[in-house]
């Protein structure tokens, strides 16, 4: 079975801090990885990982997978209060239930002013 | 549409009461997910479908739980005899063709449901 463990559970920062949250997944045949910001409503996709080493950027967003260790850890510079919110990860298998994401407890993030 | 789109946002039924839960996925997009949500924790996946058809039903938690997709777009989760564990966020979501190569699911804002 699939699985995804997020670290830390929480987190609270300040204002133009630099945080890192990690991913670590156990998978058989891995296929991706997804990251996902979800607010009080919908999970908003920010990356998928395929490859090693190849890091995805979107603003002040980035993310890289390692997939001997494996992990994967999605960093966010100068925090903003909107960057407040649950960070999910999910892992999906290129076996016969490849469609399926199986996801973490997320990460809780406050950014404090 | 613009994005996934779910109603009713919020429901509240009395235990053994049947509940549907309506899922309008983006429009073109024939890989439909519904994901359970427990407090504190990640989405749960229950059922996939790919345009009508339903291809893994394998994590809805029992008999009472059912989903349909007749015309391969809107869908809907509907619950029967709800019971007081059932209660949680209903999530639904869909990707283009998951088949043609790896595509993230988009989510709609889910449906919380409370059974009292």
């Known amino acids: 079975e699939d699985k995804v463990v997020q670290s830390p559970l929480s987190l609270v920062v300040h204002e133009g801090d630099t945080v890192t949250l990690n991913c670590s997944y156990e998978?058989?045949?891995?296929?991706?990885l997804l990251w996902y910001k979800q607010e009080k409503k919908a999970p908003t996709f920010l990356f998928m990982l395929?490859?090693?080493?190849i890091e995805k950027k979107s603003g002040r967003l980035s993310s890289i997978l390692d997939k001997k260790e494996p992990f994967s850890i999605l960093n966010i510079t100068a925090t903003q209060t909107g960057d407040s919110a649950v960070y999910l990860c999910?892992?999906?298998?290129?076996?016969?239930?490849?469609?399926?994401?199986?996801f973490g407890k997320g990460t809780l993030l406050t950014v404090n002013p | 549409g613009a994005g996934v789109s779910q109603s009713p946002r919020y429901k509240v039924a009395k235990r053994g009461q049947d509940v549907a839960l309506r899922c309008d996925p983006i429009?073109?997009?024939?890989?439909l997910f519904w994901y359970q949500q427990a407090l504190g924790q990640g989405p749960e996946f229950l059922t996939y479908?790919?345009?009508?058809?339903?291809?893994?039903k394998s994590g809805l938690p029992s008999d009472r739980f059912f989903a349909e997709r007749p015309e391969g777009s809107v869908s809907t989760l509907k619950i029967q005899r709800t019971q007081q564990e059932d209660s949680a966020v209903y999530l639904c979501?869909?990707?283009?063709?998951?088949?043609?190569?790896?595509?993230?699911?988009?989510f709609g804002d889910g449906t919380r449901l409370s059974i009292l």
């Open positions: 979501a869909s990707s283009f063709n998951f088949r043609q190569g790896n595509q993230p699911q988009h």
């Open positions: 479908f790919q345009n009508e058809a339903q291809l893994d």
């Open positions: 998978v058989t045949n891995f296929r991706s």
């Open positions: 999910a892992v999906q298998n290129s076996g016969g239930s490849n469609y399926k994401l199986t």
């Open positions: 395929t490859s090693s080493g």
């Open positions: 429009s073109g997009h024939v890989s």
